[in-house]
């Protein structure tokens, strides 16, 4: 069965090191998507991205965030200057189609803790 | 912003017997709603989902139940097993493609 895959599993950054998580989604998919879970808390919408830009973002997918698809497969995200608050499991995820009936499939997951 | 609530944090049932889970949402532009289940360290794995259409959908032991006019719906599981343990989070979409997640259920399945 398909599967969305990411890199790294898991990555311990210092605080103000830029972060870069990586992704490849479903290969028929077209629309990408970063959520997120603080421990404890949530999972969080971040950002859904289609056709080369970024569709929706959240209040929390401030400057600090950005979002690539670098080429055919991969799709990033990247953080300028982690701060512990951003310590959290980021979920990539794709979509066939966005609307209704959108059945979004995600990624294991990148644990990222700022130290 | 509770647009998706899940009120119980956890749910304990027998192996065998049925779970019943819980979420009710706020928002009346929600018109598809999804049940993902997710492990420790794991991604939410999608398990069912129901457009606001229909009031049920049955897949296998899964069949989640929507009551529009009471903004609830439910996932039941039967017969539950232990490999059902896990994190049930309700999710819902308003047309757009963002998915506002319920704070999640844990649920042991007891032998």
């Known amino acids: 069965e398909p599967e969305v895959t990411q890199t790294p599993s898991h990555q311990v950054t210092q605080m103000g090191q830029e972060v870069i998580l990586r992704c490849v989604p479903i290969s028929n998919h077209l629309y990408f998507y970063w959520y997120r879970q603080i421990l404890g808390q949530k999972v969080e919408f971040l950002v859904s991205?289609?056709?080369?830009?970024?569709?929706?973002k959240s209040e929390i997918f401030d400057d600090q965030f950005s979002v690539e698809r670098p080429d055919g497969s991969n799709f990033t995200l990247k953080i300028r200057s982690t701060k512990l608050e951003d310590s959290a499991m980021y979920f990539c995820?794709?979509?066939?189609?966005?609307?209704?009936?959108?059945?979004?499939?995600f990624g294991e997951g990148s644990w990222l803790t700022v130290v | 912003d509770q647009q998706v609530k899940q009120n119980s944090p956890s749910l304990s049932v027998q192996e065998g017997r049925i779970s019943i889970l819980n979420c009710d949402y706020t928002n009346s532009m929600f018109d598809y709603f999804l049940w993902y289940k997710k492990y420790p360290a794991e991604g939410p794995t999608f398990l069912i989902s129901i457009s606001s259409i229909k009031d049920k959908n049955e897949d296998g032991r899964f069949t989640v139940f929507l009551n529009k006019s009471a903004k609830h719906l439910s996932l039941h599981i039967v017969p539950s097993q232990p490999g059902d343990s896990a994190v049930y989070f309700c999710a819902a979409s308003g047309g757009a493609q963002k998915l506002v997640f319920g704070q999640g259920t844990r649920l042991t399945i007891n032998p």
């Open positions: 991205f289609y056709n080369n830009e970024i569709s929706e």
């Open positions: 995820a794709s979509s066939e189609t966005d609307g209704a009936g959108n059945t979004i499939y």
